[in-house]
T-cell receptor
Framework: AQKITQTQPGMFVQEKEAVTLDCTYD???????LFWYKQPSSGEMIFLIY??????QNATEGRYSLNFQKARKSANLVISASQLGDSAMYFC????????????FGSGTRLSIRP | EPEVTQTPSHQVTQMGQEVILRCVPI?????FYWYRQILGQKVEFLVS????????KSEIFDDQFSVERPDGSNFTLKIRSTKLEDSAMYFC?????????????FGPGTRLTVT
């Protein structure tokens, strides 16, 4: 069975600072994918970034990067130069490396950016 | 950019009534999913659907739930006799399964309130 753990229920960060959201995972699968989603107060789920377990380089998408440490089973999200619009709930998630595999979500971290 | 759409955005129904939540996945996607999120909790997998049949379902997806792809574009979730505990945000997602990321794109959600 797969499990995602997010130990930070809430975080406050000053605008323009970088922030790291922690995520650890557990799986017996050899091949898997790791995701981060953003959920603003309006409720939709916005895909941010993906990392495959066989990818040797950390994934980056604009201001988002995923710090993937396979041996430690961690997949932290780093947001550089935070903006007020980054205030939202952030979910770490994973699935097995197959086309129809369900995504398992963590409990989320609520990020609040201070002006 | 293509997106997953869901209707209605909010549905209020009385306990015991049947509801149908509708989704239009991205047009060239082959894999479809339903997830739910009870207020303040994490997102939970309900069911995945491929090639006109259920690929996997969770223990939440009991006999009260059913899914259907009635035509080439819609994907529906039916709850036969709603209970108070079915109140949640329901997300539809779709994936093409071929990009190598198995990224799932989520719709904006339908907020179901059972009274």
């Amino acid at each position: 069975a797969q499990k995602i753990t997010q130990t930070q229920p809430g975080m406050f960060v000053q605008e323009k600072e970088a922030v790291t959201l922690d995520c650890t995972y557990d799986t017996s699968d050899q091949s898997y994918g790791l995701f981060w989603y953003k959920q603003p107060s309006s409720g939709e789920m916005i895909f941010l970034i993906y990392q495959g377990s066989y990818d040797e380089q950390n994934a980056t998408e604009g201001r988002y990067s995923l710090n993937f440490q396979k041996a430690r089973k961690s997949a932290n999200l780093v947001i550089s130069a935070s903006q007020l619009g980054d205030s939202a709930m952030y979910f770490c998630a994973m699935n097995s490396y197959s086309s129809a595999s369900k995504i398992i979500f963590g409990s989320g971290t609520r990020l609040s950016i201070r002006p | 950019e293509p997106e997953v759409t869901q209707t209605p955005s909010h549905q209020v129904t009385q306990m015991g009534q049947e509801v149908i939540l509708r989704c239009v996945p991205i047009s060239n996607h082959l894999y479809f999913y339903w997830y739910r999120q009870i207020l303040g909790q994490k997102v939970e997998f309900l069911v995945s659907f491929y090639n006109n049949e259920i690929s996997e379902k969770s223990e939440i997806f009991d006999d009260q739930f059913s899914v259907e792809r009635p035509d080439g574009s819609n994907f529906t979730l039916k709850i036969r006799s709603t209970k108070l505990e079915d109140s949640a945000m329901y997300f539809c997602a779709s994936s093409d399964g071929d990009r190598g990321t198995y990224e799932q794109y989520f719709g904006p959600g339908t907020r179901l309130t059972v009274t």
